[in-house]
């Protein structure tokens, strides 16, 4: 079957597997809609076989989260609200940071230190993200980034910082490393991406890399 989904960027066309899916959400993709009736879904049964299309409803987004806690709305997409309020509903104790002082606290005893603790809610709060996996954004629209730690010598960590999006693209295996530039750029996606010894694929370059630096001290480089 052929979408149409007329947006406030003009039309996008898609072609869905109505053989597929039955009794589920389709999603077509994020567009930007003007207010009032322009922006709307075209379902139309151009093929080149016989059949029958159909469609029980089309959903435009899902609206912004309705539940108040205390005193206050979230402030985020309902889609997002729900599947926070959710992992909260089956069981899962968000207060990740919390939990593991707990641990830390019970197995180091005397030796737990204040500037342990902030280091590792500092780490997790960089690498605990909210967004959508479609789109590869956050709430507020800017890409997911995420960050990587490495222990390069001694006490020092190397911060690397990735957009998830383009991981996703992802570079292509390698048993070893190409010797020449054109099975290179027959390997590499685009510029972006650097072999990596190490694991034998190409990895994205980070947009961003801080210098190595004492683990109780990387909170100075955000």
């Known amino acids: ?29 994020t ?23 159909t469609a029980d409803a089309v959903r435009f987004g899902g609206g912004m989260g309705k539940v108040e806690r205390g005193g206050t709305l979230s402030g985020m997409p309902a889609y997002i609200e729900g599947a926070l309020y959710n992992l909260q509903y089956s069981g899962i104790d968000l207060a990740i940071a919390d939990e593991w002082d707990k641990e830390y606290t019970k197995v180091m005893k005397t030796e737990a230190n204040d500037t342990a603790r902030t280091v590792a809610k500092f780490v997790l709060d960089h690498n605990i993200l909210c967004g959508d996996t479609l789109t590869m954004l956050k709430a507020d629209g800017s890409p997911i980034i995420f960050a990587q730690w490495d222990f390069v ?14 991981l996703m693209k992802g570079g292509k295996d390698a048993k070893e490393e190409p010797t020449d530039r054109l099975s290179i750029e027959n390997m590499v996606p685009h510029s972006t991406f ?29």
């Open 1 to 29: 079957a052929r979408y149409t989904i007329h947006h406030l960027g003009g039309e996008t066309l898609k072609h869905v597997n109505q053989q597929m899916g039955g009794g589920m959400w389709i999603y077509l993709g």
């Open 194 to 222: 650097t072999y990596d010894k190490m694991t034998g694929t190409w990895m994205p370059d980070p947009i961003k890399e801080y210098p190595p630096t004492d683990y109780r001290r990387i909170t100075d480089y955000d």
């Open 153 to 166: 010598t001694g006490d020092n960590i190397k911060r690397r910082d990735f957009r998830l999006d383009e």
């Open 31 to 53: 567009y930007l809609f003007d207010k009032g009736s322009k922006g709307y879904v075209e379902l139309t049964n151009h093929s080149s076989s016989l059949g029958v299309v």
